[in-house]
């Protein structure tokens, strides 16, 4: 059945539907990374989002339920070159194409995802439409692209209710911005107990448990758009908890501390991004899905200082907060598939919370 990517520039691409025969509009983005797409798909930062795959062949070691990211897919839409329809690898357990169809995610293969990204690339990131219906009217289509907004995507992925993960070691709070299951469980590892919250949940309420640490997790959407959360954030600043915090939450964190954000061009999406410890001139290659930066020209140095700068364009990917116990990182050292560079960040953590560093 053929498909169609309809842009808001006017751009048409025209392929085969995989998936979900349903239209759906969402922001376009690309991603690219040469495996993962499983995590990808269920990696909750990409909820309001369609993303395209720059490598060329998707799907061919299939679907294994245990790499999800969390316990469904996210992206409102997949795009691809090719499509593998005859996956092979012992742990396969089904196909890119019925995972679609089952989670009802509409997708396009066949396009020229070169000339997409490149599109993306030059022109910033745009909202589109994949449909499969052959008579779209481009004077109805525009107008709904243009009018396009992501909403509340942090509401509509965090737990609804609170969870915990027994552990015999220090105590973390963790509060759910739309997170990857991979950060409890990089906390758990270490023997952490981890208590997972709703991204609502009122500060009081999270420092009742009394927690050795508090995470803030990755998550979707605007930053500017979670006011009612910055506003939680302000009182567990104060509370002088030490604190970590990955992507999201490393800009929510800015943004409750007197920082600004603003959104990339395109962003950083993949599994091949180097950034920069400013303090060592180590560089560790690292995974990213955002398309939101601090504003570090807005930071005042008595708050915070940048700890980590992104090689390839030179904006912020970390903060080291100098009044309080905190640091925050825009990149994901819990990578999973991915780059495990960073993972030593998570024992920081440990040891800025008392802990001994963990072995495992």
């Not at 691409?13 to 995590?39: D, H, P, Q």
């Not at 107008?143 to 995507?153: C, H, N, Q, S, T």
């Not at 992925?157 to 105590?171: A, P, R, S, W």
């Not at 979707?220 to 939450?249: H, Q």
Request: charged fraction near 20%.
């Amino acid at each position: 059945m053929k498909a169609f990517l309809i842009l808001e520039n006017g751009r048409i691409f025209e392929g085969t539907n995989i998936g979900s025969t349903r239209e759906a509009i969402s922001e376009i983005v690309f991603n690219t990374s040469m495996t993962g797409y499983l995590e990808v798909l269920t990696d909750p930062s990409y909820a309001g989002q369609a993303v395209v795959m720059t490598y060329p062949l998707i799907g061919n070691y299939g679907i294994c339920f245990d790499d999800m990211e969390s316990r469904i897919p996210w992206v409102d839409g997949y795009i691809v070159r090719e499509l593998s329809r005859m996956p092979s690898n012992f742990r396969c357990e089904s196909s890119i194409q019925a995972f679609l169809e089952k989670h009802d995610i509409p997708g396009i293969a066949g396009i020229d995802t070169r000339a997409l990204t490149k599109l993306l690339r030059e022109s910033g990131t745009m909202n589109g439409m994949i449909t499969t219906n052959e008579h779209y009217n481009m004077e109805e289509v525009i107008p709904k692209l243009k009018a396009y907004r992501v909403g509340d995507v942090v509401g509509r992925t965090t737990i609804k209710e609170k969870k915990v993960l027994e552990g015999k070691g220090l105590h973390v709070a963790l509060l759910d911005l739309g997170a990857k299951d991979n950060i409890a469980r990089s906390l758990h590892e270490r023997g952490c107990q981890v208590t997972v919250y709703p991204a609502g949940t009122p500060a009081e309420e999270v420092l009742a448990g009394a927690p050795d640490g508090i995470m803030l997790s990755n998550g979707p959407g605007d930053p500017k758009s979670c006011t009612g959360i910055i506003e939680e954030l302000k009182k567990l600043y104060r509370s002088n908890v030490p604190m970590f915090a990955i992507c999201l939450g490393h800009q929510l964190m800015a943004l409750a501390a007197g920082a600004d954000t603003h959104k990339l061009k395109y962003g950083h999406r993949g599994g091949n991004h180097p950034v920069k410890d400013l303090e060592t001139g180590r560089v560790y290659i690292s995974s990213q899905n955002h398309g939101y930066v601090v504003d570090t020209d807005k930071l005042d140095a008595s708050i915070a200082v940048p700890a980590f700068i992104n090689v390839n364009d030179g904006t912020n990917e970390g903060l080291k907060y100098t009044d309080k116990p905190i640091f925050t990182v825009q990149f994901h050292p819990e990578a999973c598939p991915g780059p495990q560079d960073s993972a030593y960040l998570f024992d920081k953590f440990i040891a800025m919370m008392g802990g001994e560093r963990a072995c495992h």
